[in-house]
């Protein structure tokens, strides 16, 4: 793994990630009480012995898991052992962690909600064995610390950050904005609907950018790539960025019923593995029901299955 020293004390470990972006940041927080670890990378087989060996001499006192992606809880439990530290996690995130990663039925729900959004049987029995291959490297800690936006780690406060995942946080002090993958430098973040997730993502994503946006740090430190040094401009970037697949999500409507499958198309084109169409049709879908609320698409429900219309253009010109 990785070391880099950071303004303000901060201490950056990268950890090695076998899936793309390649690798993943922890953060090392200097604090009054000790050191607080951020995330964990993905629990590849050797994570314990490559974390006891990249901690030695370090008290770490608490582990904050930031979300449960596999890249940032997937060694909580191993980094917990070798430490002897505490984990601190959101209350829904954890719910979710159990949900997904603690449930043997859970790649099962996943391919028949993505059935009910017009993916073809062959693809969404795919996705299962794609959603489980993370299933090993996936050691989350049980009965963790739950906290909630506006409490205090060691004079770290920490922010909600709902979209790219619901429970999301990240951590704030003296301008520097842990922002794990809430906000990212060169990559959009993922932001997408998936079953028992909260109704809006994207709604809910548009608005933790707000909220960046006055918060106002002066730096953020993401859990994929370089320090980004204009977290606000990128986090307006960012908003643009939506607004416009938005528009490009509510042009490929029309008065006949399209399906989130069939509608990834238009939004991420046709040549991807089953594993991107996943996140494609879960992304697509935020659009979809960001622009059902917005009144610009009106979502269809009929024996089980979903799809999606332009709004009406007669009305809206009435409107
Ligand atoms: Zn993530």
Redesign the pocket.
């Known amino acids: 793994m990785l070391w880099m020293e950071l303004p303000d004390g901060i201490r950056r470990i990268t950890c090695p990630l076998p899936t793309r972006p390649g690798h993943v940041h922890a953060y090392l927080l200097p604090g009054e009480e000790g050191w607080t670890l951020v995330d964990t990378g993905i629990g590849l087989p050797d994570a314990s012995e490559r974390w006891s060996a990249e901690l030695e001499g370090i008290e770490v006192v608490r582990i904050l898991v930031t979300?449960f992606?596999p890249?940032?809880i997937g060694a909580a439990a191993d980094v917990a052992a070798v430490t002897g530290a505490p984990v601190y996690e959101g209350e829904l995130d954890y719910a979710q962690a159990r949900m997904v990663w603690g449930n043997p039925e859970w790649p099962q729900r996943i391919a028949d909600w993505f059935l009910t959004h017009g993916v073809p049987r062959p693809i969404a029995e795919e996705l299962i064995e794609s959603g489980s291959v993370y299933a090993p490297f996936i050691r989350y800690q049980p009965d963790p610390a739950l906290v909630s936006h506006g409490e205090h780690l060691d004079g770290w406060e920490l922010v909600d950050a709902p979209g790219?995942?619901d429970g999301q946080l990240c951590l704030l002090k003296d301008g520097v904005l842990i922002s794990a993958?809430h906000l990212l430098g060169r990559i959009s973040p993922t932001v997408g609907l998936w079953p028992e997730s909260r109704p809006d993502p994207l709604g809910d994503y548009i608005r933790s950018l707000e909220r960046t946006i006055e918060l106002a740090p002066r730096l953020a430190l993401p859990?994929h790539g370089e320090p980004i040094v204009d977290p606000v401009g990128r986090a307006h970037a960012l908003i643009e960025h939506h607004r416009e697949r938005l528009g490009v999500a509510e042009a490929s409507l029309t008065a006949t019923p399209r399906t989130g499958y069939d509608l990834s198309f238009e939004l991420f084109g046709a040549d991807l593995k089953a594993a991107s169409r996943r996140f494609a049709v879960a992304e697509t879908l935020s659009h979809l029901e960001r622009l059902v609320r917005e009144e610009r698409a009106v979502r269809h429900e009929d024996d089980g299955a979903v799809a999606y219309t332009a709004r009406q253009l007669g009305r809206r010109a009435s409107a």
């Open positions: 979300h992606h890249d940032h790219h995942a993958d859990g």
